[in-house]
């Protein structure tokens, strides 16, 4: 495949349109299988998706122009799943396992488009929310982030000529591959990419994934991006994310129900999946009331993918746990994945080799680092904390406590009544949160 000429391209705009959005397969592969799920066993259920701004004093609404976005969004509604995709989807391996998705699922897929959304102004932040039916919401959540955080860096790139920009991505090329030299350096490691949500753009996130692939050989191991997958031949990875129990602990009608809304999840994922995809996400409402609780029998799962507590912190968290369920940690897999560069990738490694297996996900450093790249500084390069997360789910709040108070999400009064149920807020420790 003949590689783009990123800064030329960028620098180009005689089109009236140049699309973020291309597929709808620019998705993460989690979002598939999840979706696969909510189709089975929740279609009645509705759920709201709203843009969160984590970055307060960047002012989304002065930096990206309305029509634009609007734009981009219609744009993203009108795209189907092309019939190449579809037999793609259908006959591929993933996990090593054939025919991961259902027929039935594949047919309704084939005439699935993007629900409506709802774009305001307030305070210099856009509100954007997705409503309706869970099924189709969720599907949003990708595409929306991938759209506002490419428009953010073609608005920040529009003082820049040629020349400038071809400075600009050369010099985050070397940076990127620096890192990689010294990922190679690190024997057995297992590296994929997860960028796609707050990518700098979607050329740049492939010539990323291609870099890594050549860079890194067989150590490189896939990317969450299932176009990027189906068109590098490359796995597609991801499993399942924080709104499934937080959709389910918003639809409990008793505290009871709430509190074993995790646990609830993972018993429908497993009815779904399992062998390499029994992957425990445990920081929804914190790691230590999810341990705490946890039935014995998540401890025979694959592993666990600790979120948003310091690597290192959480890794042993859940190392200590495996042992006193009487499970030797050398068996399991820790898939880190919560704001990784080279330093924390390096660190974490050295730190737990020969203790557990071990992946990393590496997202927005991998995708969106132009730090000092700019010919000058530019504001707008830099990567912030945006999220697109569900805040409701049949008419009822939906919360997110994390492990760091700082990625909390929901209504306040909510999340304190979650901290009350849950318990063990002294153990949430909060840090600062950059991308």
């Known amino acids: 495949m003949a590689r783009t000429d990123i800064a030329r391209r960028v620098y180009n705009h005689a089109w009236k349109l140049d699309p973020i959005a291309r597929s709808l397969l620019d998705t993460d592969f989690y979002k598939l299988l999840m979706l696969q799920m909510i189709w089975g066993m929740y279609p009645k259920v509705d759920a709201t998706f709203s843009l969160i701004n984590r970055a307060k004093k960047v002012r989304l609404a002065d930096e990206i122009d309305e029509q634009e976005l609007r734009d981009q969004l219609d744009h993203a509604r009108s795209l189907r799943f092309t019939k190449k995709e579809m037999i793609w989807l259908a006959g591929n391996t993933f996990y090593g396992r054939k025919q991961i998705f259902e027929p039935e699922f594949l047919v309704w897929l084939a005439d699935f488009r993007l629900p409506e959304y709802q774009l305001s102004k307030r305070d210099g932040q856009y509100e954007l929310e997705f409503h309706g039916p869970w099924m189709h919401t969720t599907m949003w959540e990708i595409p929306a982030l991938a759209i506002i955080n490419e428009l953010r860096s073609r608005a920040a790139m529009k003082v820049f000529g040629p020349f400038a920009l071809d400075v600009l991505y050369a010099r985050a090329k070397a940076k990127m591959w620096a890192k990689t030299e010294r990922l190679k350096a690190l024997p057995d490691i297992r590296i ?3 960028g796609t949500r707050r990518r700098h753009s979607f050329l740049w996130q492939r010539w990323c994934v291609e870099a890594l692939k050549e860079g890194i050989g067989n150590a490189f191991t896939g990317t969450s991006n299932v ?4 068109d590098n031949d490359l796995e597609a990875l991801g499993t399942n994310a924080h709104e499934l129990p937080m959709v389910l602990a918003a639809l409990a009608k008793t505290d009871k129900e709430l509190l074993a809304a995790p646990y609830k999840v993972l018993q429908d994922w497993q009815r779904y999946y399992g062998g390499n995809l029994l992957i425990v996400l445990p920081d929804a409402f914190g790691t230590a009331a999810f341990l705490r609780d946890a039935p014995d029998w998540v401890a025979d799962w694959t592993g666990f993918r600790p979120d948003s507590a310091p690597s290192i912190e959480g890794g042993e968290r859940i190392l200590k746990w495996w042992r006193e369920k009487g499970r030797d940690p050398r068996d399991k897999l820790l898939i880190f994945s919560d704001g990784l560069d080279v330093d924390t990738i390096e660190e974490t490694y050295r730190h737990f080799k020969g203790k557990v297996r071990m992946a990393f996900g590496w ?5 969106n680092d132009f730090e000092g790249s700019a010919p000058v500084k530019i504001d707008g390069l830099s990567a912030i904390s945006l999220v ?3 805040t409701a789910a049949n008419g009822q709040p939906a919360v997110k406590l994390s492990d ?3 990625k909390s999400t929901g209504d306040p009064a909510e999340i304190e009544r979650y901290l009350k ?3 063990e807020a002294d153990k949430r420790v909060e840090l600062p949160v950059y991308v």
């Open 192 to 194: 994929s990419d997860f």
């Open 227 to 230: 176009l990027l997958a189906m």
């Open 363 to 367: 997202g927005t450093n991998l995708t």
């Open 388 to 390: 697109c997360k569900v």
């Open 404 to 406: 760091n108070p700082a």
């Open 421 to 423: 149920l849950f318990g």
